[in-house]
T-cell receptor, first 116, second 114 residues
Framework: NAGVMQNPRHLVRRRGQEARLRCSPM?????VYWYRQLPEEGLKFMVY????????ESGMPKERFSAEFPKEGPSILRIQQVVRGDSAAYFC??????????????FGPGTRLTVL | SQKIEQNSEALNIQEGKTATLTCNYT??????LQWYRQDPGRGPVFLLL?????KEKRKERLKVTFDTTLKQSLFHITASQPADSATYLC?????????????FGQGTTLQVKP
């Protein structure tokens, strides 16, 4: 049973370009969470999605960031017009559909975004 | 505002000793508290979950306590080994509008020396 998959593992973008980060949850998991880890800082929640729905986006920056989890295919975190401050590790986590509370989350290996 | 604090300084201990890591929080009433391990360049890995009505939980060499009055959790690794060297993250879950999202502390780095 494959774990949470993220790609690319490393992404380099120039300022003003777009970054697309992909996450495939564990098989059978329908809940996806995105977190961001800035250098020397802890993980910060960004967004929680279920298939075709954004449930909680309270941690998402108001501009340039968007996320989706379509009926088919991986979840996508999209950052438009990247700036240097977007450089960070972005982690995706999934949990089973048995309920969101009191469940461990399974994390992917992360995508390390570097903005030049 | 909600705040979670873990020892920012690295913890260095000798192999075989017990490591104790602390997680303190303010302005929060979590229903669950989780501990994760993170190795350099990797994603966090779940270790233990404890509920607000539980005082203590054990799993092999790991033990977690949860004191909702002190707003503190302690994480113990007994008979520590060099392979236990990693960063350990405390995460809170719960609240009135909880959606399962985790609020993480900044982590404590543990170094176990042979």
């Amino acid at each position: 049973n494959a774990g949470v998959m993220q790609n690319p593992r490393h992404l380099v973008r120039r300022r003003g370009q777009e970054a697309r980060l992909r996450c495939s949850p564990m098989k059978g998991h329908s809940h996806v969470y995105w977190y961001r880890q800035l250098p020397e800082e802890g993980l910060k929640f960004m967004v929680y999605l279920q298939k075709e729905n954004i449930i909680d986006e309270s941690g998402m920056p108001k501009e340039r960031f968007s996320a989706e989890f379509p009926k088919e295919g991986p979840s996508i975190l999209r950052i438009q017009q990247v700036v240097r401050g977007d450089s960070a590790a972005y982690f995706c986590a999934s949990s089973p559909p048995s309920g969101t509370r009191g469940n461990e989350q399974f994390f992917g290996p992360g995508t390390r975004l570097t903005v030049l | 505002s909600q705040k979670i604090e873990q020892n920012s300084e690295a913890l260095n201990i000798q192999e075989g000793k017990t490591a104790t890591l602390t997680c303190n929080y303010t302005n929060y009433s979590p229903a669950y508290l989780q501990w994760y391990r993170q190795d350099p360049g990797r994603g966090p890995v779940f270790l233990l979950l404890i509920r607000e009505n539980e005082k203590e939980k054990r799993k092999e060499r790991l033990k977690v306590t949860f004191d909702t009055t002190l707003k503190q959790s302690l994480f113990h690794i007994t008979a520590s080994q060099p392979a236990d060297s990693a960063t350990y993250l405390c995460a809170l879950e719960g609240g009135s509008s909880n959606t399962g999202k985790l609020i993480f502390g900044q982590g404590t780095t543990l170094q176990v020396k042979p």
